[in-house]
């Protein structure tokens, strides 16, 4: 049987990144990724990443109807290739706000304040335009700004601008909040994933083996600690490898706390009544998951200028030919190019993130609204809603029981309600006027007036904007999941380091933020803390 110093579970944006930095400092390290590799130009062309959404490289996790949100299941759909979500995502580098950080420090979680996370930030970027005391030039990970931006992402942008929100030129420096085009991570218009930069860098060294279409049913346990993991591979052969030091779960936030489910760990009772045999009682697991929605608001604009139609026949051809010929255009788009973070209760931190997409986009399988348009798309930054993630059964085969219970908590609905005011004051400013604006609802309904039929428009059209985190908390107390070094309580030998362990969602995208904890993972291994 195989034995390496570590055993990394999942070669995502986590896996790929504390497993570079490890093999780095000389340890072997075996990555087990349930998905294909990355091999596939839609990965590596930025514009090619919806097109990705129909491949076996995304996986959908669809939940339990939800019944407080007029009783749909909602997808949640995640990657599943070498890269994880950072071969998937729309590629928007952000890291959230410095008190999102000082609040998880404060939530039992010393060392973790802004001050604390800024520098290992730093250590895995590299950036293309800013430098100084908020960024870093010289990490594995490309930050760039994208080469290509549509006339209606700046039509939006100007038009947030009259609305009286400032113009941020970095939302990642000493302010988060205003509008303006994000910056990606991409290097010279490919997509920079945490396998094409992290893991690519220590292909190849002798010390890693990965193992891609492989996936970990459990892990092994001798005298209370991880030892190792049960893996089926391509062939449906079971495998299984030993870790002389530590296995590392960087599976994700949906499948983290179902392998360790599987394996004993988690809520003591639950288990038992599948019958699997307890390990460790912890009952926090798969407890306080949080993901970030968004609500379609569209304004529809007089002339064809959105994207519809750009991914059709010739059109498309060209598009094709003029990113392989030269890199530029429309496919080094990463289409919700331009954004921003708004505080509509006056707290001082935004609590609604405005995505711009130079579409009237729909929700697949709902297509979006006729025409050409701009969607305003107000998101929930802070959501107060927690769900869980628990098993179906003991069989490793089944899909997880997912209950994220998206709006149970009323405040998600009266945030919706802000964020629905203020996409509508944005659609009414001057830039978007002028080129015809109208707002249209989804499916041609009568516009939204009261708080109340805003509520009921998130409860109806709501989605996950790919953000879930929090399953395995985080913390210093008896229902934390991880102490602050990221071993989990009471098991020897065992650490997580994806999004899971975040204790609260940060107020912004969540791929800079999973690579920074995995960063700061490999520290606490190393030993350099
Ligand atoms: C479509 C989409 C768009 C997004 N857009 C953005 C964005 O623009 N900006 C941003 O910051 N964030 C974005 N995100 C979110 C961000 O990409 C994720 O938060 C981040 O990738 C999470 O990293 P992770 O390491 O926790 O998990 P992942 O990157 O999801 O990695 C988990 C890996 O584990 C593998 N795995 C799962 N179960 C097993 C098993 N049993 N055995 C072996 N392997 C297993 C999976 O296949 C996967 O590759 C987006 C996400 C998606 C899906």
Not at 165 to 189: I, L
Not at 192 to 214: C, E, H, M, N, P
Not at 476 to 491: E, I
Not at 513 to 528: H, K, S, V, W, Y
Request: proline content about 7%.
């Amino acid at each position: 049987m195989d034995v390496y110093d570590y055993i990394v579970v999942g070669g995502g944006s986590a896996g790929c990144t504390v497993t570079y930095r490890l093999v780095k400092a000389g340890k072997s390290v075996l990555m087990i990724e349930a998905g294909p590799n990355d091999d596939n130009q839609f990965v590596r062309m930025p514009g090619g990443f919806v097109r990705l959404f129909a491949t076996e490289r995304v996986q959908f996790y669809r939940s339990e109807p939800q019944a407080t949100a007029g009783g749909r299941p909602i997808a949640v759909p995640q990657g599943r290739t070498l890269g994880g979500g950072s071969s998937v995502n729309a590629m928007i580098y952000i890291r959230g706000g410095a008190k999102d950080y000082d609040e998880w420090r404060d939530m039992g979680c010393p060392g973790w304040g802004w001050d604390d996370v800024l520098p290992a930030f730093k250590r895995a970027e590299s950036n293309q335009r800013l430098a100084g005391p908020f960024h870093g030039t010289k990490g594995p990970l490309p930050v760039s700004d994208a080469r290509f931006r549509h006339p209606l992402s700046f039509a939006g942008l100007r038009a947030a601008q009259e609305a009286g929100y400032p113009y941020n030129d970095d939302f990642n420096g000493a302010v988060q909040q205003g509008v303006g085009f994000y910056q990606v991570t991409q290097r010279d218009a490919v997509r920079g994933s945490a396998a094409s930069t992290y893991l690519r860098a220590v292909q190849g060294d002798r010390k890693l083996k990965v193992i891609v279409r492989a996936t970990v049913g459990k892990l092994v346990i001798e005298n209370g600690a991880a030892s190792g993991v049960t893996f089926v591979d391509a062939n449906g052969a079971s495998g299984e490898a030993r870790a002389r030091e530590e296995v590392i779960l960087t599976a994700g936030a949906l499948a983290t706390p179902k392998i360790l489910m599987l394996s004993g760990i988690g809520p003591a009772q639950y288990l038992a009544s599948l019958g699997i045999p307890v390990v460790r009682d912890l009952p926090g697991i798969g407890e306080n998951f949080q993901d970030h929605l968004d609500l379609p608001f569209y304004v529809r604009v007089k002339d064809p200028i959105s994207l519809l139609g750009e991914d059709q026949g010739l059109k498309a051809a060209r598009h094709y030919l003029q990113y392989k010929l030269f890199r530029t255009g429309l496919l080094t788009s990463n289409i919700v190019e331009a954004g921003g973070f708004i505080d509509t209760t006056g707290s001082g931190r935004p609590d609604i993130q405005i995505h711009f997409i130079p579409q009237l986009l729909g929700d697949p399988p709902r297509e979006g609204p006729p025409g050409h348009g701009l969607s305003i798309n107000p998101a929930i930054l802070d959501p107060k809603s927690r769900g869980t993630v628990r098993l179906r059964s003991a069989n490793p085969q089944d899909p997880i029981l997912f209950d994220p219970e998206f709006l149970s908590a009323p405040e998600d609905l009266a945030a919706f309600a802000r964020g629905i005011k203020l996409a509508r004051k944005i659609g009414g400013q001057p830039s978007l006027q002028r080129l015809g604006a109208v707002e249209i609802s989804p499916l041609g309904e009568p516009l939204m007036q009261t708080d109340e039929q805003m509520g009921e428009h998130a409860k109806r059209y709501a989605k996950s904007i790919y953000h879930p985190v929090g399953t395995c908390r985080m913390g210093s107390d008896d229902n934390a999941v991880v102490d602050p070094t990221l071993r989990v309580r009471g098991v020897p030998r065992l650490r997580i380091c994806d999004a899971s362990v975040m204790p609260k969602i940060v107020r912004g995208n969540t791929n800079a933020p999973t690579i920074m904890i995995a960063e700061r993972c490999a520290d606490f291994i190393l030993g350099e803390r």
